[in-house]
């Protein structure tokens, strides 16, 4: 027990340690249904995860989801959580629908002045069925955002370009299609974004519940203490 403890408070102190001495990092929160909670995320935004639950599932308070976890872990502060349950991250949606309004393409610039961005995306493009489209690292038309693989590289081209001294995590859920886990693999390589892979959440209604949350805050926490470990 006290091995892990200074464990995780030596990794949060390499990682504050990134930042200058005494700042707490800011982190955004940048994500779908997984990542809201009634209250914690802007006016209007759709949400799955309420107070007392909707959709049973025995998540009941934010405390309990898994971004509030982590930056406990991380020794850091809510920036922005910019989350909006169903959105994808291309401009196609459910049964094919305009998304691109929702999407993240549509949302990246509102994620505050961060230290960090955690991205938690890609499960509704998965569930979604969209199209998958083909890499694509430049020059993306307005018909081809509405497929993953060119929506997804510039969703980071645009995150590199507009939060230049953020830290990019992208975390991506298990249970996914082969081609969007293979896309997501291929694009994070190219834009050098680390990719968290979830392992072994529980989940209720396919979200994550109060076990699947914690699995999945310690996995991000600490994967970025990891990385920070080798800075």
């Not at 997501?184 to 979200?207: E, F, R, S």
């Amino acid at each position: 027990m006290k091995k892990s403890l200074f464990a995780a408070l030596f990794g949060a102190f390499l990682f504050c340690g990134m930042l200058s001495a005494g700042e707490t990092p800011a982190i955004s929160i940048f994500g779908d249904s997984y990542s809201t909670f009634e209250g914690s995320i802007p006016q209007g935004n759709a949400i799955w995860y309420f107070n007392p639950p909707k959709n049973q599932n025995d998540v009941t308070k934010v405390e309990q989801v898994w971004w509030h976890q982590a930056i406990a872990l991380l020794g850091g502060r809510l920036e922005k959580n910019e989350s909006y349950s169903g959105s994808t991250i291309c401009n196609t949606g459910y049964n094919k629908a305009d998304f691109s309004k929702i999407s993240f393409l549509a949302r990246q610039g509102r994620l505050g002045k961060p230290d960090m961005i955690l991205i938690c995306g890609a499960t509704n493009d998965s569930w979604a069925g969209a199209p998958i489209g083909e890499y694509k690292y430049s020059g993306w038309t307005a018909q081809e955002l509405y497929s993953f693989r060119p929506a997804l590289a510039k969703l980071f081209s645009d995150l590199k370009r507009n939060y230049p001294g953020a830290k990019i995590y992208f975390i991506l859920n298990s249970q996914l299609s082969a081609a969007i886990n293979e896309s997501v693999h291929t694009i994070y390589a190219h834009y050098n974004v680390p990719c968290i892979d979830l392992k072994n959440i529980g989940k209720q209604k396919g979200h994550p519940d109060i076990a699947g949350m914690k699995a999945m805050a310690e996995q991000v926490a600490e994967f970025v203490k990891t990385s920070a470990n080798k800075k």
